[in-house]
């Protein structure tokens, strides 16, 4: 008799799993964690955005864009992204644990 391993089984079923677009992060996105860590692990003073609300990102990155908040970097890459990017990578932050 052939016993399969419950990892294996896992990996099935999560390979086999659609992803929906929740699950793909929004355009911009990947560019956050080059400084914001996704990983607990990762050891960085710059904190993490998983989990974070919606409106504390867009209200923080509003205020970089218009020169409100200080910063050495965020106040010039917030001035690439769109009202409606700002907000599309920050309900997806929000729902990442």
Partial sequence: MTCIRP???LAGLLLA???SAAD?????ASSCAGCHAV???AETSVPRL???PAAQIVAAMQDFKSGKRPATVMDRLAKGFTD???????RWYQGQK
Wanted: no cysteine; glycine share 8%; charged share 10%.
């Fill in 7 to 9: 990892s294996f089984v």
């Fill in 17 to 19: 799993a659609p992803l």
């Fill in 24 to 28: 793909l992060p929004p355009p911009g």
């Fill in 39 to 41: 990983s607990p692990k």
């Fill in 50 to 52: 998983n989990g974070v």
């Fill in 84 to 90: 409606d990017q700002i907000k599309a990578i920050a």
